[in-house]
């Protein structure tokens, strides 16, 4: 269905302006005679311009969802046709990652067929992580939540799809955590405690959306255990001090780094060399 481009309530402030414009205009006229009559000229003139604006930035801001949409809906039935689940997938919005994250990923790891795969938040990724693993024969996903419910939720997913196999979910409470003299909300470090390679790490936890650096100690902490040639996805970069303090990260561990494409939900690919 095509978006509307008028809505009511735009319609209803145009209306209003047009009607607060003419009395103006006869309030004007009546007290200032020809003088009145050009002031209210310039005065339509002005509010002419300001609506013409109005529609302009409209139409790009309809233009670019337009095209977010087309590019999301195209990752979408990329997901469907390379995984060809036999049940829907998750919805992919809010905390989830994005699709096109999605699709990175699941390329990644159809050409990598890692044997540890590490994801911090379960969730869609999860479900796409085991669904690729089980098609190429090897690995596992490990994924840590901090909640409970969506731990369960997400190996219901797994359940459903008949992937569970492939895939474990690790409930890890957020615990204050010291690192490089900062205090950190993070997972029980004990849930990864037993994780000493790790070939692909997604990091998309804890949640943090006052503050995204406090997933740092996820680079930390696990980044010393990635293979050589291994890959760490960073996602939510599109936030400046976390992207930064990722890249100074990367810098410093001597990871390759890869940006997500124009256009797409910020996300950060960083490879570790071979």
Do not use: N
């Amino acid at each position: 269905m095509p978006r509307r481009f008028v809505t009511l309530p735009w319609l209803a402030a145009l209306l209003a302006l047009v009607l607060l414009w003419a009395l103006a205009a006869l309030w004007l006229a009546g007290r200032y005679g020809p003088a009145g009559v050009i002031l209210a000229a310039a005065a339509a003139l002005f509010i002419l311009l300001v609506l013409a604006l109005e529609a302009v930035l409209r139409l790009v801001d309809l233009s670019r969802r337009d095209v977010s949409d087309q590019r999301q809906l195209h990752e979408l039935l990329s997901l469907h046709a390379t995984l060809r689940p036999e049940m829907p997938l998750p919805v992919m919005r809010e905390y989830a990652i994005s699709p096109g994250l999605g699709v990175w990923y699941l390329r990644l790891l159809l050409a990598a067929a890692p044997k540890t795969v590490v994801e911090l938040g379960s969730g869609a990724s999860t479900l796409i992580a085991a669904l690729a693993l089980r098609r190429v024969g090897g690995g596992k996903v490990i994924a840590l939540d901090h909640e409970p419910k969506y731990a369960e939720e997400t190996r219901g997913w797994l359940e459903e799809h008949g992937v569970a196999e492939w895939a474990e979910v690790r409930v890890a409470p957020l615990k204050p955590m010291e690192l490089a003299g900062r205090t950190f909300r993070w997972y029980d470090h004990e849930a990864v405690a037993d994780l000493e390679s790790i070939d692909v790490l997604l990091i998309d936890g804890p949640p943090s959306p006052e503050e995204r650096t406090r997933r740092l100690p996820g680079l930390e902490l696990l980044g010393p255990r990635i293979t050589p040639g291994g890959v760490i996805l960073v996602d939510d970069t599109h936030r400046k001090v976390w992207r930064e303090a990722v890249l100074r990260w990367a810098e410093k561990q001597g990871f390759e780094v890869e940006s997500s494409p124009a256009g797409v939900k910020a996300y950060l690919v960083l490879r570790r060399p071979a």
